[in-house]
């Protein structure tokens, strides 16, 4: 029996701590998986990337008898990129069936890949599989900290036990319901992220800029190394013009810069901005 519960801290981490000593995730940027994983008396693995990309057989390669949880968002933060839904399953197949894989489907709904999957098939064929997702991102929520999760009956009967009561609130609730009905503004966000993803993507690679390909929210771009050229110059050039981007010096990539995607006027206010740094000399 499979069944649902609202969540709002990293639970799965928690639902391993009694018998926890050793958790891997691949995630080498993410900063939530270390913090959950450390508060509940565990230990970090982590696996390395391959073009920013999770790697299936860095993590498997990494797995011990100690391995309690395995994280993977997909997509991910900050990079965009995602794993297919053939090597999630290849991850799952080739991890003991004690370890709980817990599939972070936050960015999930900006995907339109054909061979994307969000895991809910492998969640109902697999006993040690969840999956998570928040409200905070193309429904707009994050303040109001809700989210769910999707996983087997044992796994959510014991993350009730442990969780604390009340630790979702009812306006919360009430605006996540009033969300997965407001199907119009999933399909205009989803749109708009695209349309205008596609085109920051074009126009920043037009100015010698990396961009790691995404299917996220955000685009990550790379910055040269060259002194007055780097990522910290830009994001000071920007800031000063009014325009925040993410710098990622502490997800380890001090050379990148994460940009959400705005509404058109603030993307074509980036692009222009960084026209103008790159044309510095
Ligand atoms: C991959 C990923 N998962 C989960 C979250 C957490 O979302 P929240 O804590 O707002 O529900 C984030 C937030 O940035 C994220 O990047």
Not at 26 to 47: D, E, F, H, M, Q
Not at 238 to 264: C, D, F, Q, S, W
Request: glycine share 6%; hydrophobic share 40%; net charge positive.
């Amino acid at each position: 029996m499979k069944s649902s519960i609202c969540w709002r801290t990293p639970i799965s981490a928690t639902a391993t701590r009694r018998s926890a000593r050793r958790t891997a995730f691949w995630c080498t940027r993410s900063r939530l998986y270390p913090i959950a994983t450390k508060a509940n008396g565990a230990i970090n693995v982590v696996a390395p990337e391959t073009n920013f990309t999770a790697d299936v057989d860095a993590i498997l390669q990494r797995v011990s008898p100690r391995t309690k949880l395995v994280w993977l968002a997909n997509p991910n933060n900050p990079t965009g990129t995602y794993l297919p839904f053939d090597e999630v399953k290849r991850l799952r197949a080739g991890l003991p069936p004690h370890v709980l894989l817990v599939l972070d489907a936050a960015y999930s709904d900006y995907v339109s890949r054909n061979d994307y999957e969000i895991g809910i098939e492998l969640v109902a064929t697999s006993e040690n599989t969840v999956m998570t997702h928040t409200f905070s991102k193309i429904h707009g929520l994050a303040s109001l900290r809700i989210g769910w999760m999707f996983g087997p009956a044992h796994i959510v009967d014991a993350v009730n036990r442990i969780r604390g009561p009340f630790n979702v609130s009812t306006p919360a609730m009430l605006a996540a319901v009033a969300a997965i009905e407001d199907t119009a503004h999933v399909q205009m966000s989803k749109a708009h992220t695209e349309k205008w993803r596609n085109w920051l993507t074009e126009e920043v690679t037009k100015l010698g800029l990396k961009v790691t390909p995404s299917v996220a929210n955000f685009i990550l771009i790379h910055f040269p190394l060259e002194k007055g050229k780097t990522a910290a110059d830009a994001d000071a050039f920007l800031t000063k013009r009014g325009l925040v981007l993410r710098g990622l010096t502490n997800y380890g990539l001090p050379h990148a810069l994460r940009m959400t995607i705005g509404t058109e006027e603030a993307n074509r206010l980036v692009v222009e901005g960084l026209r103008d740094f790159t044309a510095r000399r």
